[in-house]
């Protein structure tokens, strides 16, 4: 299996813009997760997907973040607008719910600056 | 709520061993885990505690005490390589959480 895989690695845009990370799961994993990553904060849980649907989202930000899981193989964190602040590595990653969401297989991450 | 707390950096000798600690507050407590970060790159899983005691993995060992909320990470023979963030995260019913990371620097 390839991993999780993250799209796009590496994001440089202007405050105000739209910005959308991409992700997909390891196949046959039913949990995914999709964190934030800065120096000042750590690694902060933002929202929790399980069988597709969201089960805890209260680490969302703000409303200016929202996130889908339209299937099982795909996932999207959407920023709009986005704000200097928000710069930060995102990171996506599946688990297998029935063994325990403890082991938690993570993407490469997105590197995201917001200028 | 839910809390960890860890230390936030470590340094050691290579060849030695190293104790990283982890206390945790959370209610529901179902598990501890420990991943590993280097510089650049993404969490990595390391291990699991449910029960008390200690697990081992080759060089690396991790404990849990579930009466006393404690935990830890217990790295032998340390190499270079394993000059790392080293995080704790503790699962409920709810959730996941991850603590800030400790980071450990080991010196030749």
């Known amino acids: 299996d390839a991993g999780v895989i993250q799209s796009p690695r590496h994001e440089v845009t202007e405050m105000g813009q739209e910005v959308t990370l991409r992700c997909k799961p390891i196949?046959?994993?039913?949990?995914l997760f999709w964190y934030r990553q800065t120096m000042m904060r750590g690694l902060e849980l933002l929202i929790y997907?399980?069988?597709?649907?969201?089960?805890?989202d209260s680490g969302m930000p703000e409303d200016r973040f929202s996130a889908k899981m339209p299937n099982a193989s795909f996932s999207t964190l959407k920023i709009q607008p986005s704000e200097p602040r928000d710069s930060a590595v995102y990171f996506c990653?599946?688990?297998?719910?029935?063994?325990?969401?403890?082991?938690?297989?993570f993407g490469p991450g997105t590197r995201l600056t917001v200028t | 709520g839910q809390s960890l707390e860890q230390p936030s950096e470590v340094t050691a000798v290579e060849g030695a061993i190293v104790q990283i600690n982890c206390t945790y507050q959370?209610?529901?407590?179902?598990?501890l885990s420990w991943y590993q970060q280097h510089d650049g790159g993404a969490p990595t899983f390391l291990s699991y505690?449910?029960?008390?005691g200690l697990e081992e993995t080759g060089r690396f060992s991790s404990f849990l005490s579930r009466s006393d909320s404690y935990g830890y990470l217990l790295l032998q023979e340390l190499q270079m390589k394993d000059s790392a963030s080293y995080f704790c995260a503790v699962s409920s019913a709810s959730k996941i959480i991850f603590g800030s990371g400790t980071r450990l620097s080991i010196r030749p």
């Open positions: 959370t209610s529901g407590f179902y598990g």
């Open positions: 505690n449910a029960l008390d």
């Open positions: 196949s046959g994993h039913n949990s």
């Open positions: 997907f399980n069988n597709n649907v969201p089960i805890d």
């Open positions: 990653a599946s688990s297998y719910k029935s063994t325990g969401d403890y082991e938690q297989y």
